[in-house]
């Protein structure tokens, strides 16, 4: 039975030339799979839990001590993790073409693992072409590198400061500004991002005065 032509990238949805990835997706699949043994190995430094997670002493309870490895590295880095993803759908690959059962498992993960992989490299021409779970291989496939990459390399949290509140400047019209303050983490001045007024440390008590008047009804004047 002939599968129907999918009207676009099965992971993307931009044309796919009557495929099912498109060719960036393609591409970037290839390089994603290509760096699984890698990741695999760099994960191994990140099994030890970061000495923040220590409950310190060494008289600690056993019940409250941290874990001796990382759990999220370990399971990746385990049979059901990395490997397991990509022996399953180098099986399912497999089926759909008419090869061969895949052998049961032997020797290292990390062989596993490279072994997998370039069994699905070496099928991704088909699979990009004319595979309807091209889609959700992937899908899955970009997922489980985002996990490894968030481990290894973790995004820095970016510093959105604390709203102090409406900026008190006056405006030439005679307005007053009201744009949002922020104090920023180690900032020793504030500064409006709408009028650029700047509020020394100096400032900073009489800040919240202003910003109290400032707040004030004509109902709540006495």
């Known amino acids: 039975m002939t599968e129907p032509t999918p009207a676009g990238c099965l992971l993307c949805h931009r044309p796919a030339d009557g495929g099912s990835l498109c060719v960036g997706c393609t591409k970037d699949t290839l390089v994603r799979l290509e760096s ?68 049961p498992p032997v020797g290292s993960v990390e062989g596993r693992l490279r072994g997998a992989v370039t069994g699905l490299c070496a099928n991704l021409p088909w699979i990009a072409v004319s595979w309807p779970l091209a889609g959700s291989f ?47 983490t180690g900032a020793q001045l504030v500064t409006c991002p709408g009028c650029t ?14 910003m109290d008047s400032d707040a004030k009804t004509p109902s709540d004047a006495t």
């Open 197 to 210: 007024s700047t509020f020394p440390p100096a400032t900073w008590t009489g800040l919240k005065v202003w």
């Open 36 to 103: 699984l043994p890698t990741l695999y190995r760099a994960l191994a430094a990140f099994l030890v839990p970061s000495p923040s997670a220590s409950t310190g002493g060494r008289t600690a309870s056993l019940a409250h001590s941290p874990m001796p490895v990382a759990e999220l590295p370990l399971t990746m880095r385990g049979p059901g993790g990395m490997v397991g993803v990509a022996e399953d759908w180098y099986t399912l690959v497999r089926e759909e073409r008419g090869m061969s059962p895949l052998a």
């Open 138 to 184: 992937a899908e899955e496939i970009r997922g489980v590198v985002r996990s490894a990459v968030a481990v290894i390399s973790p995004p820095v949290p970016v510093d959105r400061g604390t709203v102090l509140g409406p900026c008190p400047a006056q405006l030439p019209d005679g307005t007053l500004c009201g744009t949002d303050l922020r104090l920023f």
